[in-house]
Every structure is written in C-alpha cells, then in structure tokens.
C-alpha cells in the first residue's frame, strides 16, 4: 500500500509561483509513476503533470507547458510539481497520484493511489 499527502497549495497573485510536494509512504512508490491532476469546482479533474519512476518519460498538459515541472526525489519518497507564472485559471485542488504500472500517462484510471488534495487559489 501506498499513501500519499499533497502539501505545498496556497493563495498567490497571478504571476507567481507555488512549489507543491507529494510524501509517500511505501518503498515501492519508488518504481511507480507520479501523476499530478487538478479539479475546478463544476468541471472534472484534469491531468497536468506526469513523471516515470526513472524520470525519463515526462508528459504535460498543454495548458501548463513551459510554466510548470514536474520532478521526483526517490530517495526522498516525494513528488514535486513546480508552478511558476500562475494564472487566475489555474485555480483548483491539486491531487498527486501513483500509477504502480508506471504507465505515467493522462489516464485517471491508471492512477491507483491519491493524495487528499490541496488548494490552489491565483488572484488576479
């Protein structure tokens, strides 16, 4: 088993940046792929971020390409997700996943463990 705990979200003005983290617990989290979503009030979660165990595939939502980077320390056991130039739309709560197939992709349903969230809020 695995568990995970978002931390990090915040209220920032537009233009600034947030750091958010994911601690797991589990020594197998290390082979696992690393997911972040988010979810607006009204709409449904969307995906952002995702990092192989190894770093080496990375994938982006094309709404926060160039603004945010998604990165890992397994020695660690955390998950970071590094939010710069942050717009009002950008405002949601962001969840960290584990996908234990390490598939790293969009897909909700490859992601077997969540954190519980934390809020993101941008003011303009």
């Known amino acids: 088993q695995v568990q995970l705990v978002d931390s990090g979200g915040g209220l920032v003005q537009a233009g600034g940046s947030l750091r958010l983290s994911c601690a797991a617990s589990?020594?197998?989290?290390?082979?696992?792929?690393v997911g972040w979503f988010r979810q607006a009030p009204g709409k449904e979660r969307e995906f952002i971020a995702s990092i192989t165990w190894s770093g080496a595939s990375i994938y982006y939502a094309d709404s926060v390409k160039g603004r945010f980077t998604i990165s890992r320390d397994n020695a660690k056991n955390t998950g970071y997700l590094q939010m710069n130039s942050l717009k009002p739309e950008d405002t949601a709560v962001y969840y960290c996943?584990?996908?234990?197939?390490?598939?790293?992709?969009?897909?909700?349903?490859?992601?077997?463990?969540w954190g519980q969230g934390t809020q993101v809020t941008v003011s303009s």
């Open positions: 996943a584990a996908d234990p197939n390490n598939i790293g992709d969009m897909r909700v349903l490859h992601y077997s463990y």
């Open positions: 589990g020594r197998t989290f290390i082979r696992y792929a």
